[in-house]
């Protein structure tokens, strides 16, 4: 079941721990890595393709991304679903992060396409976090905010779901 966006602050805020900022303190490599490589597989058979798997993340607060080519969507772009090294967490975009607002993505973004890639989050235990939720500016436990100037200060995007 979707947590509603009070669950997901809450969840944000337990997993952001200031002591670890590119991933938790019992992370285990190996483990998220075979669940993203299972998401990666569902998603190509899902989609019937090969979706574009980014795999080399480092200095990270994300695991990776993969991508459904716009040529297997019904929403006429691609699709880009990006794993964090925190939580379970997912985050899924129409085309690249940040291309469509809320508004935008809820027209354009068709329902076939949220509803095979939901099944395939969810079936692996993973928690969709809107990526519109993620833009509000970083407000957390961590000393995160000193690394960016006050006029680009970081997101909760940054926190979880970026490279730092």
Same mark, same amino acid.
């Given at each position: 079941?979707?947590?509603?966006?009070?669950?997901?602050?809450?969840?944000?805020?337990?997993?952001?721990?200031?002591?670890?900022?590119?991933?938790?303190?019992?992370?285990?490599?190996?483990?998220?890595?075979?669940?993203?490589?299972?998401?990666?597989?569902?998603?190509?058979?899902?989609?019937?393709?090969?979706?574009?798997?980014?795999?080399?993340?480092?200095?990270?607060?994300?695991?990776? @991304?993969?991508?459904?080519?716009?040529?297997?969507?019904?929403?006429?772009?691609?699709?880009?679903?990006?794993?964090?090294?925190?939580?379970?967490?997912? @985050?899924?975009?129409?085309?690249?992060?940040?291309?469509?607002?809320?508004?935008?993505?809820?027209?354009?973004?068709? @329902?076939?396409?949220?509803?095979?890639?939901?099944?395939?989050?969810?079936?692996?235990?993973?928690?969709?976090?809107?990526?519109?939720?993620?833009? @509000?500016?970083?407000?957390?436990?961590?000393?995160?905010?000193?690394?960016?100037?006050?006029?680009?200060?970081?997101?909760?995007?940054?926190?979880?779901?970026?490279?730092?």
């Amino acid at each position: 079941m979707p947590l509603d966006d009070q669950h997901i602050w809450a969840l944000l805020r337990d997993l952001d721990d200031p002591d670890h900022m590119e991933f938790p303190q019992n992370y285990d490599h190996a483990a998220t890595r075979a669940r993203f490589d299972q998401l990666a597989a569902r998603l190509n058979q899902r989609f019937q393709c090969t979706c574009s798997v980014d795999r080399g993340v480092q200095d990270a607060s994300h695991h990776g @991304t993969i991508v459904i080519p716009t040529t297997a969507t019904a929403s006429g772009d691609h699709i880009a679903i990006r794993v964090s090294n925190f939580g379970a967490l997912v @985050t899924v975009t129409l085309g690249n992060p940040g291309s469509y607002d809320e508004e935008e993505e809820n027209l354009l973004f068709e @329902t076939a396409d949220r509803r095979r890639i939901k099944d395939e989050v969810e079936a692996l235990g993973y928690i969709a976090v809107s990526e519109h939720l993620l833009w @509000t500016r970083y407000n957390g436990t961590s000393n995160l905010a000193a690394y960016y100037p006050p006029e680009h200060p970081p997101t909760w995007w940054t926190r979880f779901f970026d490279y730092l």
